[in-house]
């Protein structure tokens, strides 16, 4: 069987490193260049744990890249289109690139003999499958979808910072799509991917869409929920945010991921995928009364440590603030959406002068503050003369901060938003975040 991969992003490429490696034969596709002659040099485009080990190996193997449509659509017997699916400016989805992908398989597929399968493996809407990806092929192939090609739709479920771990262990895999054929072959090659005991669900391509945004919107809704009971404990002396999540994690209704308080979410997925919900949702007449109000608990969320600060330094102008992590999360250099970003624009109209610290994430930081901001590779040089640390990530290196790393600071203050501190009965005036106890 050979797979295709069109859109080599997150996706795309960990689900190519991954196929290679495991010697079958697959050819990735994406139209950017200078993304193409870096990975196939086994670097990845962006920074993701293990991804250049893999894709090294992977082109040992059986992965072959290329840039041309015909190649992979006429080579393949399965096609996944992982191209991206990003918030429009409305805040809606903006469907271009697959509906440009479409086209090319379209144009492709007309010569061809062969019936092959197209699997949606992008975040879409529901709906998306039957009334844009078949009509826009059998528009451009002249051919009939369910007898000269085959589309399913197949959602994704990795996380950034473990992507290739989440493709080699997913949880389930969902399929969606009537006709018994197609559908029976994308199952046996996850079997044969994965083992026969892999949980595969199997149902319509709306409902295969639809659980990808009902998956991610009760993640986020679980983290919002927990990030109020941060809020609320942040004004009752004594609680621990923490602890109140790992006692009600132990309810099995509940259960315990996901309920880590912090700063809120950001990231390429959950805040597109309910703002695009909140959107359908009115699009089609329902009130997403509950997503609106996930959605607004995570905006708010970064006030709460404004509210810390101006309690604290009393005047915001001109105090140096240093801001320890940029990335939306631990382990990714991706600064989508992150909540450090929207944090250093509020200081930043607050007069703040704002140092910035990250592991993978400066470079990324600089095309969006370039020289409003004072970035700094090392923590210590990024501590120098600060009013005040905000911990916004989970870095490794900031949970093995000590007495010591603070003290060049011109206020050893620090607020931790992602709570990595706490044990360390620091000799600072620390504030974490969800701890009720200033
Ligand atoms: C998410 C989904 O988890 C994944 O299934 C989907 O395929 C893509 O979107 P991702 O955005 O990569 O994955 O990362 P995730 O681990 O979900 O974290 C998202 C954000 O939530 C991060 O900013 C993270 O710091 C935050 N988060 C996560 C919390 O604040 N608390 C938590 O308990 C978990």
Redesign the pocket.
Known sequence: MNIGIIGLGFVGLSFAAVLGSKKIPVIGMDTNQDKLKKIYNSKSPFYEPDIDKFLKNALSKTLRLTDNFTNVVSNSDIIFLTVGTPKSKSGYIDLSMLKNASKSIGIAIKKLKKTPIIVVKSTVVPGTAVDVVIPTIEKFSSKKHGKNFHVLSNP??????SAINDTLNPHLIVIGGLNSKPVTKLSNFYKKLYGEKIKIMKTNSQTAEMIKYA??SF?AT??SF??QISALCQSIPGTNVDEIAEAIGYDPRIGN??????????????PK?LSTLIHYSSKIGNDPSLLKAVQKTNNIQIHQIMKILKKNLVTLKNKNITILGLS??EN?DDIRE??SIELIKILLKNGCKVTAHDPKSIENTKLIFDKKINYSNSITNSLKNSDCAIIMTAWENYKKLTNHSFTNMNKKFIIDSRRILTQKNLDVNYIGLGLGNN
Do not use: H, M, T, V
């Open positions: 994704e479920f990795l996380k950034e910072g998956n991610n993640l679980k983290i927990i990030n991921l996901f309920l880590k308080a912090g700063p809120g979410y950001g990231g390429s997925c959950l995928d939306f999360k990714s992150s909540r």
